[in-house]
């Protein structure tokens, strides 16, 4: 199978990362809400609770974020994917049921609750990142390799 | 205002996944590639992250509500069930096998192929079976 290589970006990564907490900071204290996007897309699902709108407009700026960004530099964002449309939605499912499931994802359990000390987040992201890890040994050097 | 600052939160977010390069599922699974091309960059993604954020909400714990909200919304559970752990366990199988969680997936909706589009529709079904599950 096809690995396409990537190269460690030390720079662009923290920056980046900085931005996610500074968003994740700013969401907390103006809405006083957690910036978990499994959350927050789900609550687009009806029936609606409260607080449909902010999730919406939430959705939106994330959804907008990337007409912004290509008036920089080198601001088309690459993106190298599988092509395979039934093993992307068995990975769409999966993150959905699961998120929820475990309510949360890398948003809201692996940079939101890592920062507030929780163990229930420290727990599921050792969780996710674990079973990923293993997903992708078995995909790319058992049955691809 | 709510609606305003949910935007710009949403908006800044994108933008620190695209600036980051989490929008491309090959530099995911390359972080999680351990046995093979490592790519350590997610690594410092989710420390800048997390650091960021661990300072800011401890700046926050002072305040007794938000800017444009009544009272902070913060998770109460503490209890670590089977919920929690079969839930995350079956996040992590997806998101290595697409290289894809929901922040980046909603981020490139817009400029997406159509391998995106499938896997959003595909996590929103997920989210709906969950709920018709746990109710």
């Not at chain 1, 000390?117 to 727990?123: A, F, M």
Request: with cysteine; charged share 5%; hydrophobic share 55%.
């Amino acid at each position: 199978m096809y690995i396409p290589a990537t190269e460690f970006t030390p720079l662009s990564a923290l920056a980046g990362g900085v931005m996610i907490g500074l968003a994740a900071v700013w969401f907390l204290l103006s809405s006083g809400r957690i910036a978990g996007v499994s959350g927050i897309v789900s609550g687009l699902i009806p029936p609606f609770s409260p607080g449909v709108g902010v999730n919406l407009a939430f959705v939106a700026g994330l959804a907008i974020s990337p007409i912004a960004y290509s008036v920089f530099p080198g601001g088309t964002p690459e993106q190298t994917m599988s092509s395979n449309l039934w093993l992307l939605g068995a990975a769409g499912m999966l993150v959905g049921f699961g998120s929820r499931l475990g309510s949360g994802c890398t948003s809201g359990h692996g940079v939101c609750g890592i920062a507030r000390l929780s163990w229930r987040s420290i727990i599921a992201t050792i969780t996710f990142v674990a079973t990923a890890m293993a997903t992708v040994y078995v995909t790319r050097h058992m049955i691809g390799g | 205002m709510q609606i305003l600052s949910a935007l710009i939160a949403g908006f800044v977010l994108g933008l620190g996944l695209l600036v980051s390069q989490m929008t491309n599922p090959a530099k995911v699974l390359n972080f999680l590639d351990v046995a093979g091309i490592w790519d350590p960059s997610l690594l410092l993604v989710i420390g800048g992250a997390v650091v960021t954020t661990l300072v800011g909400f401890q700046l926050l714990k002072k305040r007794s509500a938000p800017l444009f909200a009544d009272v902070f919304h913060l998770p109460t559970k503490t209890e670590i069930d089977y919920r929690l752990l079969v839930g995350a366990a079956l996040f992590g199988v997806g998101w290595g096998l697409g290289g894809l969680c929901p922040g980046p997936a909603v981020t490139s909706i817009l400029i997406a192929n159509l391998g995106i589009v499938v896997f959003i529709a595909a996590m929103i079904f997920g989210m709906w079976i969950e709920r018709q599950i746990t109710n």
